[in-house]
């Protein structure tokens, strides 16, 4: 940029042939030529620019014509931006800025660039201001880094956040399914030594238990699907019911889309599982004219009513003995509902009905 300089024709501006330069000018630009920091100098009535090897990339597409052009024209995109900041060091001030943000055409297309410089005030030999002189450093890379670090940084805050939502979620899950567990061993145990103690023989303990555990994995898949909340009382009689609606449409269902708790829900289908299976083997479905009617509906203040209702089936006949199947829809699965469970042994078919509360799960 030296040789450039003393090349130019500086006659054709309003700096003034070289060898009429004063000293002060000189002097600055011999500084500038020589240092390795991006500086440049406007100087005359024009403010004409001079500027060294270091400054050059930052004009871009505009460098082979820049030398010597007037500040207002060779930078016209941002002088409404450095205007003032000119006119503060016309006026004998120094101005310092730290990563200003210009929209610059350097490579012919609107580029957001960022600047920390300073403008300062040149002196003629007489001790009047001539120009300005500009030191300044690029900071678009900083300034964008920075920008992408602290996203990063609010993206992994937001992560740690959802991260820690997770595994408070993960522990009320962990804490949930082990109070599942222990209940549905409890339940399995009740079922197990209940069935034992009321059989007459090992075989028809072994038959009936089984039959029972499956009526309670049937349960747990319903209530798994639902995520271990309340269950939809629907689909979990229809998976209970499963095993005995095989060939014609023997049993109706009717009621409103309603959930129960899942604690209450394990009761019920094992209630439904000894209603179906009594059914089965002594009522309504053990011939092939009888039906089952079951139906279910809610009221005011979360009142429950079912009632499981057979006709058509072989003549009723009142057991001898209770046995857990009686205490089960007696008074285990009405308990799940604060209410009543009533069996009736009538002329026309045998009729369960349970009337109580429904009470969500986190009440």
């Known amino acids: 940029m030296g040789d450039a300089i003393l090349a130019f024709d500086w006659t054709k501006t309003s700096v003034g042939p070289i060898h009429q330069w004063p000293q002060s000018l000189r002097s600055v630009v011999q500084m500038a030529v020589f240092s390795k920091q991006a500086i440049c100098l406007f100087w005359g009535r024009d403010l004409n620019i001079i500027y060294n090897d270091a400054y050059a990339p930052i004009l871009g597409i505009r460098e082979p014509t820049a030398l ?12 409404h931006d450095i205007a003032p900041i000119v006119q503060i060091a016309l006026a004998g001030k120094g101005t310092w800025h730290d990563n200003l943000p210009l929209m610059m055409l350097r490579k012919g297309i609107p580029e957001e660039t960022f600047w920390s410089f300073s403008y300062s005030p040149l002196y003629d030999d007489t001790g009047h201001v001539a120009g300005l002189i500009n030191i300044t450093t ?22 740690i956040q959802i991260q820690a939502k997770m595994d408070a979620q993960q522990r009320v899950v962990q804490r949930e399914m082990a109070h599942r567990i222990k209940n549905i061993l409890s339940m399995t145990k009740a079922v197990v030594s209940q069935t034992l103690r009321h059989s007459t023989s090992l075989n028809e303990a072994d038959e009936t238990i089984s039959k029972r555990i499956i009526a309670l994995s049937n349960a747990q898949d319903v209530l798994t699907n639902a995520q271990f909340g309340d269950a939809d009382i629907g689909t979990l009689i229809r998976e209970v019911l499963s095993p005995h609606t095989s060939g014609a449409n023997r049993i109706h269902l009717t009621g409103p889309n309603v959930t129960v708790p899942s604690q209450a829900a394990l009761g019920m289908a094992l209630a439904i599982h000894e209603l179906a299976t009594n059914a089965t083997k002594y009522g309504a479905l053990s011939n092939d004219a009888g039906r089952v009617s079951l139906h279910w509906r809610t009221g005011p203040d979360g009142a429950f009513f079912m009632e499981w209702l057979e006709t058509g089936g072989p003549v009723v006949i009142r057991p001898n003995r209770a046995g857990f199947g009686s205490r089960l829809m007696k008074r285990i699965v009405p308990g799940y509902f604060s209410g009543t469970g009533e069996s009736y042994f009538d002329q026309t078919g045998f009729r369960y009905v349970l009337s109580g509360t429904l009470i969500s799960a986190d009440e």
Do not use: R
């Open 138 to 159: 690029e900071t678009t890379s900083t300034v964008q880094n920075k920008a992408l670090l602290e996203e990063s940084i609010d993206a992994a805050k937001h992560q």
């Open 68 to 79: 010597g052009a007037p500040l207002e024209q060779l930078w016209s995109e941002v002088w």
